[in-house]
């Protein structure tokens, strides 16, 4: 058998499928909306997932243009006139389909890898339940591709059934409206954009959703050896049996993937000397380069009394509770990761000077943005400057007069209102005016 199947592998449609899997696979994780997966092996299996929305119509067209194979030769007449059962005939070129969709998908997957290898640390045990239901959905597509190409055998049937897969994933959500839960049934693409660094699949989803993509490959399976009607209605069976169970298992609830973190990614890893910074997990390859922008901080914070001990990774998530313990002598730094999966350290340190003039996240009275930035300005000695493009023009421009404005003052004055703005900070009492002479 395997003989048998190492000829179908070389004459069959395998290596070209594997081949444009390959090629477009790549194409899409690099170039289409930049790199989204620099954060780690969850993001690039999850990245994946969600250009299948072009992948998985590609090995439907596939195995249907396999499936003309028997009738371009005109040799169809005379494989049916064999005793052997069809699906013993089938069988070589199911699975060398298989094989060439499987490996197109997975060398996509180490195309990607190669890009992160040397900087993501982090490799949940979800990552290969994720793979594994992208593989799966891509046989899926491809043995259906070869049932209904053998019903349909028309040098049109491979185009439009590519169209018909990529039409039905784009509109299967506003079709599953307002129950979206059910489009994670159906489509393996589904809430797969844009995942964060602590993103995360669900196991229930990842189980539901292989439900339904094995009754699919059984069906087709069925329909593929069918030889009249009575086997043809027959293989409706798997399809509901599946879709049952699929359902059943699956959360039914809206954004199950897309709000699910993993809370050992977000598990904070430290330096073991001090001052002491800590990342998350996922990004525990990052550690030594958020190390030394962050104790650069550190050392201008130094310059007030009773200044933070510490740096952490900003780890809140939205939505739910997903905040850190907020402490008094802890910076909480965001950490962002360039394409290439390197430290965004660009504001890093301004980053950690403007944080430790912020308060616990529930407090009534906030600091006033500005004054967080114009604090940290004076004393790093350089006119604000935001730390990442998410702050307020007005705030950085307000920033720059307050700024001035303790820049005329003498030192020692100066250093008292910023470090009482730090302290007012710590206990939501920072009123506005506080750093040009007002009072907390």
């Not at 299996?45 to 299948?52: D, F, K, T």
């Not at 890009?115 to 959905?137: E, H, K, N, S």
């Not at 307050?402 to 302290?423: C, D, M, N, S, Y």
Request: proline content about 7%.
């Amino acid at each position: 058998m395997s003989r048998i199947i190492g000829i179908e592998l070389r004459r069959s449609a395998a290596f070209g499928a594997a081949l444009a899997l390959l090629v477009v696979g790549v194409v899409l994780i690099y170039f289409v909306e930049g790199i989204q997966f620099a954060a780690g092996w969850m993001q690039l299996a999850m990245v994946q997932r969600w250009y299948l929305v072009l992948l998985w119509p590609l090995a439907l067209a596939a195995g249907a243009w396999q499936a003309r194979r028997e009738q371009r030769s005109k040799v169809a007449e005379l494989f049916a006139s064999t005793p052997r059962p069809r699906i013993v005939r089938v069988l070589p070129t199911l699975s060398a389909m298989a094989v060439g969709v499987l490996a197109g998908y997975l060398a996509i997957g180490v195309a990607g890898g190669g890009w992160i290898v040397d900087t993501a640390r982090y490799l949940p045990g979800a990552v290969f339940a994720v793979t594994a239901v992208g593989g799966l959905a891509l046989v899926a597509a491809v043995w259906l591709g070869l049932a209904l190409g053998r019903l349909l055998p028309s040098p049109a049937t491979a185009p439009l059934l590519g169209v018909a897969g990529l039409g039905m994933l784009l509109f299967l959500p506003w079709l599953t409206r307002p129950r979206g839960w059910l489009t994670l049934v159906f489509s393996p693409m589904y809430e797969m954009n844009l995942p964060g660094a602590y993103a995360t699949v669900p196991g229930r989803v990842s189980v539901a959703q292989a439900c339904w993509l094995v009754a699919l490959a059984a069906a087709a399976v069925l329909l593929l050896a069918s030889g009249g009607w009575r086997m043809r209605v027959a293989a409706l069976a798997p399809v509901l049996l599946g879709a049952a169970l699929a359902i059943a298992v699956v959360p039914q609830q809206n954004r199950v993937v897309v709000d699910a973190v993993d809370p050992v990614a977000r598990k904070l890893v430290c330096t073991e000397d001090a001052p002491r910074v800590c990342v998350s997990r996922v990004n525990s390859g990052l550690l030594p380069e958020v190390a030394a922008r962050a104790r650069e901080g550190l050392a201008v914070l130094g310059k007030l009394p009773d200044p933070p001990r510490e740096v952490h990774e900003d780890t809140t998530t939205y939505p739910g509770d997903g905040f850190p313990v907020w402490r008094a002598d802890v910076v909480l730094l965001g950490v962002a990761v360039t394409p290439d999966g390197r430290f965004d350290d660009e504001g890093a340190v301004a980053g950690v000077v403007v944080g430790a003039f912020d308060g616990p996240r529930d407090c009534a009275q906030p600091t006033d943005p500005a004054d967080r930035l114009a604090a940290a300005s004076w004393l790093t000695g350089r006119a604000p400057v935001a730390p990442d493009p998410y702050w307020d023009v007005e705030d950085v421009a307000a920033a720059g007069q307050r700024w001035q404005a303790l820049r005329q003052l003498p030192e020692g004055e100066a250093r008292a209102r910023v470090a009482a703005l730090r302290r007012a900070a710590a206990t939501c009492s920072a009123g506005a005016g506080l750093l040009t002479g007002g009072t907390p």
